[in-house]
T-cell receptor, first 116, second 111 residues
Framework: NAGVTQTPKFQVLKTGQSMTLQCAQD?????MYWYRQDPGMGLRLIYY???????DKGEVPNGYNVSRLNKREFSLRLESAAPSQTSVYFC???????????????FGNGTRLTVT | AQSVTQLDSHVSVSEGTPVLLRCNYS??????LFWYVQHPNKGLQLLLK??????LVKGINGFEAEFKKSETSFHLTKPSAHMSDAAEYFC?????????FGTGTRLTVIP
């Protein structure tokens, strides 16, 4: 039972390069999320997908795009990386139905991204 | 608006002594509150959650938290710290269709 799997674990990009962070979950969860974690700032929501076929902006969506490829997979794309996007990125999933958070978030182990 | 404030960025305790991690929340209605733990180079894991049932909530690994509406607090406690408790802890409030994370408290356990 893998849970939430993120790839890659580490990545270094130059300013202006693009890349896609991959996320897959095997728990048959409806909802998936992308967060970024920066020192002293907790986690901030970038985008989320409440169900297959839908995506919505979170708190810090600028500079990112997402694709909910199917129920299992939710990818995050940086079209033109900037140093301000240096961060640790976490994917999460949950059962979440009816707009509630009573079911817990299950997190991947993160992708550490550095943009030079 | 919903938010949480974790009052200590870093807490150090000796092994076997009690743990207290403090969290105050702000919410315009009855909140749902959570504590998550993050071990080094890992994702976050749910410790416990409060959703307006009992005010004293028991979680995994011996942790518990008490919801105090009059003090707008949701402090995390454990009677006796273990070395394996060394991690970062996040207090989280649900609101406006989103989760709002505190800035985290790093717990160090001294042998």
């Amino acid at each position: 039972n893998a849970g939430v799997t993120q790839t890659p674990k580490f990545q270094v990009l130059k300013t202006g390069q693009s890349m896609t962070l991959q996320c897959a979950q095997d728990m048959n969860h409806n909802s998936m999320y992308w967060y970024r974690q920066d020192p002293g700032m907790g986690l901030r929501l970038i985008y989320y997908s409440a169900s297959e076929g839908t995506t919505d902006k979170g708190e810090v969506p600028n500079g990112y795009n997402v694709s909910r490829l199917n129920k299992r997979e939710f990818s995050l794309r940086l079209e033109s990386a900037a140093p301000s996007q240096t961060s640790v990125y976490f994917c999460a999933s949950s059962e979440r139905t009816g707009g509630t958070y009573n079911s817990p978030l299950h997190f991947g182990n993160g992708t550490r991204l550095t943009v030079t | 608006a919903q938010s949480v404030t974790q009052l200590d960025s870093h807490v150090s305790v000796s092994e076997g002594t009690p743990v207290l991690l403090r969290c105050n929340y702000s919410s315009s209605y009855s909140p749902s509150l959570f504590w998550y733990v993050q071990h080094p180079n890992k994702g976050l894991q749910l410790l416990l959650k409060y959703t307006s049932a009992a005010t004293l909530v028991k979680g995994i690994n011996g942790f518990e938290a008490e919801f105090k509406k009059s003090e707008t607090s949701f402090h995390l406690t454990k009677p006796s710290a273990h070395m394996s408790d060394a991690a970062e802890y996040f207090c989280v409030v649900y609101g406006a269709n989103n989760l709002f994370f505190g800035t985290g408290t790093r717990l160090t356990v001294i042998p």
